[in-house]
């Protein structure tokens, strides 16, 4: 086993043969300060992904959708933004890439440390969906205040009608169902009134009506079978 010594004259050895460039204390700082702010970076866009994510699935009354069955599930997953999971994904890989530089780094299996990062960023993104960040970005969208992303919280908006989703307030309860106005809380030229039979077991006479709902079901010549509401 090679001693101190024979290292140090080892390396001295590759430097003076031009095998390994030696580099100032600077230089090495500025990579360090370079990596750090390169995570931070990361991390933030991860925050913000990962909140707009969790915020948007309960804006929109989609999580309601899991307590729908194994078709509401289905449906589910049909709304996860599977491009920004993408996105956070390759942030977090890059994290984990630049924490390689570290000894702490270095020393952590890579799928741990991943795994670490990929925790790390979505518990962050969870408190930052607390926040009020969204609502008043939403506010800005709503009134065509928010370039580049404004989009994206208009899309919340949107009717979802084509993919078996329907939000709107009841104006007449029947004995075999109701009416649901889907305004989506805008005047655009898309509300339409469904009359909505809801599945079997469910109390109709338990609604009122101006009582926002978000039903799940299949929509025919104006009639909706549902197999699943719930208040929003």
Known sequence: MNNPEDIKKNVLERIRSGQVAMHSRAYFAVRVAGAIALIALALALIALIASFGFWSVHESGEWLLLGFGGRGVSTFLGFIP????????????LIGLQLRRFRLGYRSPLLFAFAAILAASFALGFIVSLTP???????RADRGELPFVGELYEALRAPQEDRGVFRGTVTAIGTDGFSLACNDRDTDADERTYTV?????FDAASLHVGERLYVAGDAASGTVRAYGIHPL
Not at 82 to 93: D, S
Not at 197 to 201: C, D, L, R
């Open 82 to 93: 599977w491009t920004g999971l993408i996105l956070v994904a390759v942030f977090v890989a």
């Open 133 to 139: 960040l969204h609502p008043l970005l939403q506010e």
């Open 197 to 201: 039979t809801p599945p079997s077991g």
